[in-house]
C-alpha cells in the first residue's frame, strides 16, 4: 500500500475512532449553539434535538419553573412571584447562574436515557469575545454536566454548517447576524484571517421598533409584539408591495389599550440606522482582507446565516452597497448549530478550528 494510501487510511480510523466507541451508549455527546436569542442542540447521531428560546421562568427562590417555548409564553406576563430572564446578552453569558439553568434544564430535555451523562460539549462563541467571557462558557458547559467542553467560534460554525469547506486555501466571507451580535469574518484554511463582531443584532431592531412607537404613536408595545411587527413589516429596502399591520399596545396618554395601524415603510426608516450599521461593517471588514482573499469573495459572494438574514431585503441592500452577490443560507437560523454539530461529528477532522 502506497505510503500516502497508508497514512490516509490511518487517518480515517482515527476519525471513526473519535466518531463512537463501546460505551457511547453510557453517554451524550452534544453541539450547543448558546445563542441571545435562541439555544439549539444538536446530539451525537440524532441532528438537532431542540431549538427553544434562551429564556428561564425563576421563582422567588430563584428556582427555575419554566425554561425555553414555555418561559417564553410567561415572558413580560408574569406577576411577582416570577420572573423571566434571558441569560445572555449581545451573544455573551450575562447571568452566569441562570445560564446553567437553562443549559441544565434544555441537557435534561434532550436526554435519551436517564442515566446518561454528557460526555463531549461542543459550544460556539461569538469570535470577538474575551477569555473571560470564554471562561465563562467553559465553566457554564461544565457545571452542566459535560466532561470535556470544545469552543469553536461562530462564524466558523455557521460556514461548516452551510457545507463551505473550510479547510481549502480560499476565502470565504461570513456575516452571521444573530439576536445580540453581528460576527462578520474571512476564513481560509481552516482558520478566520479577519473578523468583526458587532454588539447589535436583531435585539436592537426589536428596540428600535419600540422605541419608534413610544415617540410617533405614544404607544408602549412589548418585546414579542416588536419582533412580531419586524417579522412581517420590517425591510431593509422599499418592498414591490409595501404591508401594512394593525398593532396592539397601551396608550402612553391615558394608559388604556389602543391599535395603532403601521406600514411596512414607518418601520424600514425605524429601523434603517441599525441596518445601515450592519452593512457598514460589512463593507468595513472587507476593506480590511487580504487582496488575494478580496479576488475569491468577488467570485464566490458573501453568505449570510442567522435569523437577521431573514430581514427582507437585506441580501438586496448588501449587494447595492457592496456590488457583490449576496447568499441567505438555507434555514439561516441553524447554520451555526448545524456546523456546530459537524466538528462534534467528527473532532479529529475539524481539530484545527477548535479555539
Ligand atoms: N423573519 C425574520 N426577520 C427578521 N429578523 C428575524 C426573522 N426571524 C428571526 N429573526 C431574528 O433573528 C434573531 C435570532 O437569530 P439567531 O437565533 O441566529 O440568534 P442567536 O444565535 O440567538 O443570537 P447571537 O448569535 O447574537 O447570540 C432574532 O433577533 C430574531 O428577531
Known sequence: MPQSEATSKQAETTRNNSKGGLFDWLYTDIAIDLGTANTLIHSRNHGIVLNEPSIVALNTENQAVAIGHEARLMHEKTHQKIRTVRPLR???????????????????????????????????????????????????????????????????AAAIGIGLDVHEPVGNMIVDIGGGTTEI???????????????????????????????????????RTAEQVKHILGSATPLDEELELSVKGRDLVNGVPRTRIVTSKDIREAISESVNTIVESVTKSLEQTPPELSADILDRGIFLTGGGALLKNLDKLITETTDLPVHIAEDPLTAVVRGTGKVLEDLEYYRAILT
Open 90 to 156: 449581545d451573544g455573551v453569558i450575562a447571568d452566569f447562574e441562570v445560564a446553567e439553568h437553562m443549559i441544565r434544564g434544555m441537557i435534561k430535555k434532550v436526554k435519551v436515557r436517564w442515566y446518561s451523562s454528557t460526555r463531549k460539549m461542543v459550544v460556539c462563541v461569538p469570535s470577538g469575545i474575551t477569555e473571560v467571557e470564554k471562561r465563562a462558557v467553559r465553566d457554564s458547559a461544565e457545571h452542566a454536566g459535560a466532561k470535556e467542553v470544545y469552543l469553536v467560534d461562530e462564524p466558523m
Open 185 to 223: 469574518a474571512v476564513i481560509a484554511l481552516s482558520g478566520i484571517v479577519y473578523s468583526q463582531s458587532v454588539r447589535l443584532g436583531g435585539d436592537e431592531l426589536n428596540e428600535d421598533i419600540i422605541n419608534y412607537f413610544r415617540r410617533n404613536h405614544n404607544l408602549l408595545i412589548g418585546e
